[in-house]
């Protein structure tokens, strides 16, 4: 009976967050109701693999796409690993979509002597982990022989967090933060991490290199001022890491970023389309592609 319990109880907390699942396990086991939490800042991010579904097939030398999502796991299973890293404590996995990862920072309460973080801190941590699941990704392709991109959206805001279902209940975030972060990865560009004027406002200050991106069109909100995240420097304005060629890739190289130049922020008034680096004249812009519609 003990290990049942012991179980049980390792099954909740690789469902829930931690102190989610400690509600649930001092709660009343008759008292269904609704778990909720509201958050004023709380740093949200989409990281996605567009070009998966053009790498996933049913074949039977793939044992109808059964490698394919093998393989897909593998990639998920080494996000999930990167963010056991203590480092990365308090950032939350949400769930993934497809080929898609979700996590948030700022979910988790503060209690006792710990002190309570920044937004600014938390979104730090989060820009970090975003960079480092590039590495992860140059890695996997390196050793597959793939050439797979993330696009990674992140935006910050207020959401309410809760746990809807009796049966195989499921953790999850709800709010404008929530859809415009969401967009901020479908209206963005293969290889780069776009974010919000808002999250570069509080970033702006830390040790990130970020390049203007201009307006973006954004299904339901129209246009959004955005700027690209190019990665840490070292506090004096030279890059430690970036997102750009120099990184390790796959044998197949890039596709796709091959020869591209940092866009510039356009004049006001222009805007961009989704998925689509601005244009000035006289600057040479290589084909990306596009992000598909939000």
Not at 1 to 30: G, T
């Amino acid at each position: 009976m003990e290990k049942v319990k012991l179980d049980n109880r390792r099954i909740l907390f690789n469902l829930l967050p931690a102190h989610v699942a400690q509600h649930f396990l001092m709660s009343n086991p008759r008292n269904m109701d609704l778990y909720y939490q509201t958050y004023s800042q709380v740093g949200v991010m989409f990281a996605s693999i567009p070009n998966f579904n053009d790498f996933y097939i049913e074949l039977d030398g793939n044992n109808m796409g059964v490698e394919c999502l093998r393989l897909l796991n593998e990639i998920i299973a080494d996000f999930d690993e990167l963010m056991e890293k203590d480092f990365y404590k308090d950032i939350e996995k949400i769930k993934t979509i497809g080929s898609t990862y979700m996590a948030a920072v700022g979910l988790a309460p503060t209690s006792g002597t710990k002190a309570k973080k920044s937004i600014s801190s938390h979104l730090s941590t989060l820009a970090d982990f975003a960079i480092e699941m590039f590495d992860v990704l140059d890695e996997i392709n390196y050793q597959s022989y793939n050439d797979f991109v993330l696009r990674v959206g992140i935006n910050v805001g207020p959401v309410v967090a809760g746990v809807i279902g009796a049966r195989r209940p499921q953790y999850d975030i709800w709010g404008n933060t929530v859809n415009v972060a969401s967009r901020m990865d479908s209206t963005g560009v293969q290889g780069r991490i776009q974010v919000t004027e808002e999250v570069h406002r509080l970033l702006r200050r830390c040790p990130y290199h970020f390049v203007c991106r201009g307006k973006v069109s954004v299904k339901g909100k129209g246009e959004m001022l955005t700027y690209f995240l190019e990665g840490r420097t070292d506090g004096n304005g030279s890059q430690i890491r970036s997102l750009g060629l120099d990184r390790k890739m796959g044998p197949y190289g890039r596709a796709g970023l091959q020869g591209r130049r940092p866009p510039v922020c356009p004049m006001p008034g222009v805007s961009v389309r989704a998925g689509l680096p601005p244009h000035s004249p006289g600057q040479y812009l290589s084909s990306a592609a596009a992000g598909k519609e939000a």
